[in-house]
C-alpha cells in the first residue's frame, strides 16, 4: 500500500490516520457504498460496513485468480436490501457476493459463508498452479464453477389504494433490482369480486373505504 501526499494541496495530512482499514474505507466509497462512524450506524448497518470492507481485498484477490486461471469470472460485493432478499432469516440488508460468468454473462449470488469457502479453495487451486500442478478437475469441484439456479432479477410493488374504493388495480409495474435499476415490467390486474369469484361489474364503486371495515373483501389477481 503507498500513500501519496500532493505537496501543492492546502489540505494537512498530518491528522489522519493512514492505515489498512483506512485504504479499505476508501476503496469501499470509490465502489459506491457508504461508510460512515461516530455512533451513525445501526448495529447491522456497521456489521455490513465491517463485512464489506473484509470482502472487498477478498474479491479483489479472486478476481486476479480468476484472470491468471482464465476462469471467466468476476466477482463483485453486492448489498441486498430487505424487499428483494432472497431468504425470510433476516431483515436487514445482507452483504453479498455475485459472480459473473464473462462469457454468456450469467449471474449467481453467494452468501458470504459460501464465498468465504470457494475462497480458500480458489487459493488452493492457485499454489497448486504457481508449483505447476495439474489443475484440472471436475467440473463440480471447481471452486469458479456453480450450477444453473434460479435467480431473483428484481422485484416489484402493488400499491392496492384503488381497492380500498372498490376500483380495479390495472397497471404494468416495474420491476427492478438490488440497485433500483429497471429490469422489465410485469402486468398485474387485480379487480373486487364477490365470494364466487364473479366480477362487481364497472358501476360497483365504495365511496368512503371506511364502509368495508368489518366486512368480507374478495378480489381476483
Not at 458470504?112 to 488452493?124: E, W
Not at 435467480?151 to 409495474?173: E, K, R, W
Not at 438490488?178 to 422489465?184: A, D, F, I
Request: proline share 5%; glycine share 6%.
Amino acid at each position: 500500500m503507498y500513500v501519496y501526499i500532493d505537496p501543492l494541496s492546502r489540505e494537512s495530512d498530518e491528522d489522519l490516520n493512514i492505515d489498512w482499514e483506512f485504504a479499505q474505507k476508501e476503496i469501499a466509497q470509490a465502489k459506491g457504498f457508504q461508510t460512515g462512524g461516530d455512533g451513525k450506524l445501526s448495529k447491522e448497518q456497521q456489521l455490513a460496513q465491517e463485512q464489506v470492507l473484509e470482502l472487498l481485498p477478498m474479491v479483489g484477490e479472486s478476481n486476479e485468480i480468476s484472470e491468471e486461471l482464465n476462469k471467466h469470472k468476476s466477482f463483485e460485493v453486492i448489498l441486498i436490501s430487505d424487499e428483494i432478499s432472497l431468504s425470510e432469516r433476516s431483515r436487514s440488508a445482507r452483504v453479498m457476493v455475485k459472480m459473473k460468468n464473462l462469457l454468456n454473462g450469467n449471474t449467481w449470488l453467494w452468501e458470504r459463508p459460501k464465498f468465504l469457502n470457494r475462497r480458500y479453495l480458489m487459493q488452493d487451486l492457485y499454489q497448486r498452479f504457481l508449483g505447476g500442478d495439474d489443475i484440472s478437475c471436475p467440473q463440480d469441484e471447481d471452486p469458479f464453477w456453480d450450477p444453473p439456479c434460479d435467480l431473483l432479477i428484481g422485484t416489484s410493488n402493488a400499491f392496492l389504494q384503488a381497492l380500498a374504493y372498490g376500483i380495479d388495480m390495472d397497471d404494468p409495474i416495474l420491476i427492478t433490482d438490488y440497485k433500483g435499476e429497471e429490469q422489465g415490467q410485469m402486468f398485474v390486474k387485480i379487480a373486487p369480486c364477490d365470494a364466487a369469484g364473479n366480477s362487481l361489474g364497472d358501476e360497483y364503486f365504495v365511496e368512503e373505504s371506511t364502509e368495508l371495515l368489518g366486512k368480507p373483501y374478495h378480489y381476483k389477481v
